[in-house]
């Protein structure tokens, strides 16, 4: 099984500031028959179900704010708030979707400083 | 617009069954592959299973394997988890997910309100 870690468990940023979430899987999630990396984001507010935020490890879902992005390939990614904005409080989880069973990280919690 | 509506959720004792369901609509249920994901209280995202947007492709965690089953009914937009032998530990919101193509290799695109499981004597 891929083993998904991120960090920090916890992070607090003021507004304005950029936010930098860290997910790492245990083997690589890069497929090399299409080059794209099986990694999503998803942001779950208090109360309820989480959103998808990027696939492919950097393309942003539709609807999804351009002051997140998604970095990385291979084990190593990032996700960004680039100017954190007061709605953006939530828990965030990198899954892959390579192999199953189809892991989710433990998430980062992102607070306002 | 995409809808997803979970039922069957409720209080059961250790070892019973329980039998989920998610009607779906707003899309073309019979193309999407389709997930179960749970999170139980004040905890994370636990990936549980899913089914391929034909059918004949089943995936799940190491958790629930053997005990669970997920199944989909593509005339009635419904996708069901009939959990068996149930345990303390399986106490958790259940979410059903839409996965953004017919592959069970997709992101979860929509996902429902959830339904809650509580396995307790």
């Known amino acids: 099984d891929i083993v998904m870690t991120q960090s920090p468990d916890s992070l607090a940023v003021s507004l304005g500031e950029r936010a930098t979430i860290n997910c790492k899987s245990s083997?690589?999630?890069?497929?090399?028959?299409?080059?794209?990396?099986?990694l999503a984001w998803y942001q779950q507010k208090p109360g309820q179900p989480p959103k998808l935020l990027i696939y492919w490890a950097s393309t942003r879902e539709s609807g999804v704010p351009d002051r997140f992005s998604g970095s990385g390939s291979g084990t190593d990614f990032t996700l960004t708030i680039g100017s954190l904005q007061a709605e953006d409080v939530a828990v965030y989880y990198c899954q892959q979707y390579y192999s199953s069973p189809f892991t989710f990280g433990p998430g980062t919690k992102v607070d306002i400083k | 617009e995409v809808q997803l509506l979970e039922s069957g959720g409720g209080l059961v004792q250790p070892g019973g069954s329980l039998r989920l369901a998610c009607v779906a609509s707003?899309?073309?249920?019979?193309?999407?592959?389709m997930s179960w994901v749970r999170q139980a209280p004040g905890k994370g995202l636990e990936w549980v299973s899913v089914?391929?947007?034909?059918?004949?492709?089943?995936f799940y965690a190491d958790s629930v394997k053997g005990r669970f089953t997920i199944s989909r009914d593509n005339s009635k937009n419904t996708l069901y988890l009939q959990m068996n032998s149930l345990r303390a530990e399986d106490t958790a919101v259940y979410y059903c997910?839409?996965?953004?193509?017919?592959?069970?290799?997709?992101?979860?695109?929509?996902w429902g309100q959830g339904s809650l499981v509580t396995v307790s004597s």
């Open positions: 707003g899309f073309n249920f019979s193309s999407y592959a």
């Open positions: 083997q690589s999630v890069l497929y090399s028959s299409d080059n794209k990396n099986y």
């Open positions: 089914i391929c947007g034909s059918g004949d492709s089943t």
């Open positions: 997910a839409k996965l953004n193509g017919d592959s069970c290799y997709s992101p979860l695109d929509y």
